[in-house]
């Protein structure tokens, strides 16, 4: 089973992998609740050379001033004796270092290509691992020197600028602090472990290092410190000798520098007794055990985020849809797939399953009521024209018994005015069905991916609506012809005849045309009228629905999906283009969630066999 240690790396490097650490979402989130090793110290505490130390290599840049001025996430891989070791840096995926000067000089060009050949600093971290069977498995965050002043070339705020970006470290409750101090300076006025007792004002995280024990002026020592009896922290000082500024001109490597260190706290009276808890090697032993001590008991906090990371991932993957496919063929079943979701969400809104189509309704239960109930028949009905038309309609001679062709001719110039009401409904019905397009357009998440396929959606389905709207208004239209056309008999059939009543054929012409008579005539026809009406508001309904929504329903894209099939591939791809950022993203979340779900695996694994 693999390491604690290394399955946190790997997390790490998951919220790290395309160098987008720290955007606002889970993954910092995650990254800050994971536990991590934050070493902090003055400028010229020996920070760099505990490091070098428990990595057994040179490989950091040495200078005088700040010379750290990113922070450097370091990551330690234990791996098999006889395997050669080897660096790898983040931001140089599938590069290989086995040559450590090449490592150091990387670091320093990396932190110029950040900050330029200034003295300036920047909170954007260097991710570094290292892979060596001399190793322990650990994350150590090495982070700038804590300084007083600004020398030339730096800003003002470049003292409080390295305060508040260790502290960006070190307030966080899983962090672990290694507080670096020199012995052979008073430990009242350490950097490190001042800014350590701010942070951690018990000791329960803060982990001390006394360096340069060796120099300390002849007649002291650092017992009282590294027995516990000065400075008291939660877990026992520990104490280092780093190689000597000469050691490291003539090049003397770790193992001998490690050996001397040894030999030191062996031989060394005062320290004798400390000899099995001190140095670098136990450092590193401590460190290691330390931290997986605390990564068991944040396993379940750790899971939970892990599982809300994955949900996150998913649903903005989700959000940013399917990666298009190569060929044309992929293209265009692509194309399909997603026209067949708009024509589904579409046809959703018809049907009630999602808003909108109860307006349709709206419009044949009240709009079309309401406007054929709004025409006035007065102009055509007035006495004047009632008498104009029925004595036109009798030509040169009078009618006998009704006067049929002015009864037809009022008629026609009624209903004719029931065409207005008719083609409002047929374009309240088009607009209405406009909304919806633009509405399931909206809801349809993949044609938000594709710009080019959603205008040209967009453009064909109304198209379509534009042409079912033509074919309604002539169906509708011509519903009222054909009641203009042909009069239904039985209803004047039914009406009583002068004859009948026992009036005379024989009346005169003036007779004939009073005033009684021609208003039982504008009766007569505007009861026939309202009957039509009455027919047509339930006609002309089921005339839209059959031209316009049935038919939208049924073959919306079917002109699109003709023309698709047509299409070159270039075409095809062109509907298909993609803002290249979203591709890039979609790419960056499908390889973090990969890492993601491969961690959970093995710590959940972890969490199992506990």
Request: proline share 4%; glycine share 6%; net charge neutral.
């Amino acid at each position: 089973m693999e390491n604690l240690i290394s399955l946190v790396n790997k997390i790490q490097r998951a919220c790290t992998a395309l160098g987008d650490h720290g955007e606002a979402s889970a993954l910092p989130t995650l990254w800050d609740s994971l536990p991590a090793i934050a070493v902090v110290g003055g400028q010229s505490s020996g920070k760099s050379s505990v490091l070098e130390s428990v990595v057994g290599k040179d490989f950091l840049p040495r200078g005088s001033g700040i010379v750290t001025r990113r922070p450097l996430v370091l990551q330690l891989h234990k791996i098999d004796e006889g395997s050669r070791e080897y660096a790898e840096f983040l931001h140089l995926p599938r590069k290989r270092f086995t040559d450590f000067v090449a490592v150091r000089k990387e670091i320093s060009d990396e932190t110029d290509r950040e900050t330029g050949r200034t003295k300036q600093i920047s909170t954007v971290p260097i991710h570094l691992s290292i892979y060596s069977p001399n190793v322990v498995n650990l994350t150590l965050v090495d982070l700038p020197g804590l300084t007083k002043i600004a020398v030339d070339g730096q800003s003002d705020s470049i003292v409080q600028d390295i305060e508040n970006m260790v502290r960006s470290y070190i307030e966080k409750p899983n962090c672990i602090i290694l507080a670096i101090s020199p012995a052979n300076q008073d430990l009242a006025t350490s950097d490190a472990i001042k800014i350590s007792r701010e942070v951690d004002p018990t000791g329960e995280r803060t982990i001390g290092v006394l360096t340069k024990i060796d120099l300390m002026d002849k007649g002291t020592d650092a017992v009282e410190i590294l027995e516990g009896r000065a400075f008291k922290l939660k877990f026992p000082w520990i104490g280092v000798v780093n190689r000597s500024q000469q050691d490291i001109n003539k090049n003397v490597d770790m193992i001998a520098a490690r050996r001397r260190e040894r030999e030191y706290f062996a031989s060394t009276p005062e320290y004798r007794h400390l000899a099995h808890r001190m140095g670098s090697e136990h450092l590193a032993k401590m460190l290691s055990k330390h931290l997986e001590t605390v990564i068991k008991s944040k396993i379940p906090g750790i899971q939970s985020l892990i599982s809300k990371t994955i949900a996150e991932l998913e649903s903005e993957l989700t959000r940013l849809g399917k990666p298009v496919a190569a060929d044309a063929g992929g293209k265009l079943y692509a194309i399909m797939e997603i026209c067949r979701t708009f024509d589904q969400i579409f046809k959703e809104h018809l049907d009630g399953i999602r808003p909108g189509g109860d307006k349709i309704y709206n419009v044949f239960d009240n709009q079309l009521p309401a406007a054929l109930k709004r025409l006035q028949f007065d102009k055509q009905l007035s006495m004047e024209n009632i008498r104009k038309l029925i004595t036109e309609a009798d030509g040169y001679q009078p009618h006998l018994i009704a006067p049929e062709q002015g009864y037809r001719r009022l008629i026609e110039s009624s209903l004719t005015t029931v065409r207005g009401p008719a083609d409002a409904a047929v374009d309240a019905v088009h607009s209405l069905l406009k909304d919806l397009i633009h509405k399931a357009i909206s809801e349809t998440v993949e044609l938000k991916q594709y710009p080019g396929l959603r205008v040209e959606v967009g453009t064909a389905a109304i198209e379509s609506l534009e042409k079912m709207r033509e074919d309604s208004r002539k169906a509708a239209l011509l519903l009222v012809d054909m009641e203009i056309g042909y009069l239904t008999v039985d209803f004047f059939r039914k009406l009583p005849q002068d004859v009948d009543k026992g009036g005379n054929p024989t009346h005169s012409l003036f007779d004939r045309y009073n005033d009684s008579y021609l208003r039982r005539i504008g009766t007569t026809i505007l009861s026939y009228v309202n009957m039509v009406c009455a027919t047509l508001r339930h006609a002309i309904p089921k005339s839209i629905v059959y031209c316009q929504v049935r038919e939208a329903k049924r073959t919306l894209l079917d002109y699109f999906f003709t023309d698709l099939g047509k299409m070159d591939p270039k075409r095809l791809s062109a509907l298909l283009n993609e803002d290249p950022a979203v591709m890039e993203r979609r790419t960056a979340l499908a390889q973090r969630l990969e890492l993601y779900r491969s961690a959970q695996d093995e710590i959940d694994a972890v969490a199992w066999s506990k």
